[in-house]
């Protein structure tokens, strides 16, 4: 990653500029009088950015070129997953961090999974489109105690992996990131109680809400655990009403719990080895939904240059009602998804990585796209095969 730092006189002409082109900021008022003229701490700006794209080919060969259950690699032929540009600015005890984005990733995060709201006279309708190129901007204030509160839009705390390629040991995204949340719009509280030790209150919007959906808010509390060493952990309880005012008649206003946890640890300097567990349930008037996952991972360096990681994973649910499952899994009778997934990481640089992915999924129904695919009478396509077996080759480079 790049980094820049400037002084007070740079940043002050920086944000009167952005000022100027219509851009709220919190520093209006600052650029509005004389800047002091020596102030008591610079202003940091540290500048990175990222491109993620690749080529994907299916056993299958289906008709309409999709893959089913995969979070960003979704597509055949060559794809733009993401290009990210990310900022971070700290000024003493505060800081700023704004990551934007175009690519699938955004498409297939918020098109995905935020409901639209039509708005009225006084109110714009809102929906994925309203956070599509962010992938994450909050804002933190870090207290003389320690105690650091964040403010804004940030990726969950849940699960082994991260959005992206370059923080991962494989390409594609496990069945126990694509079911579970990706982001959460709300605030976070985090101590650290020891050196290695960390405490975090989280309440938000829910599970991948941009704005509520049901007047209710969700709340986490996680135990993170780094011995600056390379093991690293994360114990998380989550719980909150995640279901929409529209299916309160339904469903009631049941509260969803789920318990998630992951470990990291370098076996040796050339070995590292990492497992996620994951539990849940909701209780409606329906009946108990309930689901386990599990993800199991290793990476072996080969040389300063070349890596290679190994990932298996399997995510099984239960609804009370199979027409109104929490994951899609059981509306065709599926109710348990497993995968096997095989990585080449190849690092001519230190900002490149090239990477073959051989991937294979199966469930036990129907649940992927093969040859053919025909629709329903509702115009949904219908999927026709138990399994899925892709080809990936796929370039990152970071700054």
Known sequence: MTQST????????????ITVLGVKGVYAEEVASPAPSEPTSATEVKIGAWVET????????????LLSLRAFDFREGFNLQNAAIDFDVKKG??????????????????????????????????????????????????????????????????????????D???????NTFYFLTYYHVGAKAAYALTKELT????????????????????????????NGAGTTASLVYFAGN??????????????????DAWVSVPVTESLAVGAQADVGMEETTLGTNRWLAGALYTRAKVASWFYVALRGDAFTESAADPAQPLFFLTANGTDLVTSG?????????????????ARHDRANGDSYFREVVARDAAGNEVFNTRKQSTLLAGMAVSF
């Open 199 to 226: 405490l975090s209150a989280y309440l938000t919007n829910g599970w991948n809400n941009g704005y509520e959906t049901n007047a209710t808010p969700s709340g986490a509390l996680q135990l993170g655990f780094d």
């Open 341 to 357: 997934t095989a990585t080449l990481d190849f690092r001519p640089s230190e900002t490149t990585s090239f990477r073959l992915e």
């Open 93 to 166: 005890a505060d800081s700023l961090k704004v990551t934007l984005q175009s690519g699938l990733l955004g498409v297939n995060t918020y098109d995905y999974l935020e409901p639209a709201s039509p708005g009225s006279a006084y109110a714009a309708p809102s929906g994925a489109n309203a956070l599509r190129y962010l992938q994450q901007a909050y804002a933190t204030h870090t207290f003389a105690s320690g105690l650091a509160v964040t403010a804004g839009l940030f990726p969950t705390p849940v699960g082994f992996e991260t959005y992206n390629v370059k």
């Open 242 to 259: 995640e279901r929409k005012r529209s299916e309160a008649a339904a469903l009631g206003k049941p509260v969803r719990h789920m318990l």
């Open 168 to 174: 991962n040991w494989n390409w594609s995204k496990a």
């Open 54 to 65: 690749y080529f994907q080919a299916s056993r299958g060969a289906p008709t309409n070129g």
């Open 6 to 17: 400037f002084g007070s006189r740079s940043v002050s002409k920086l944000v009167a500029a």
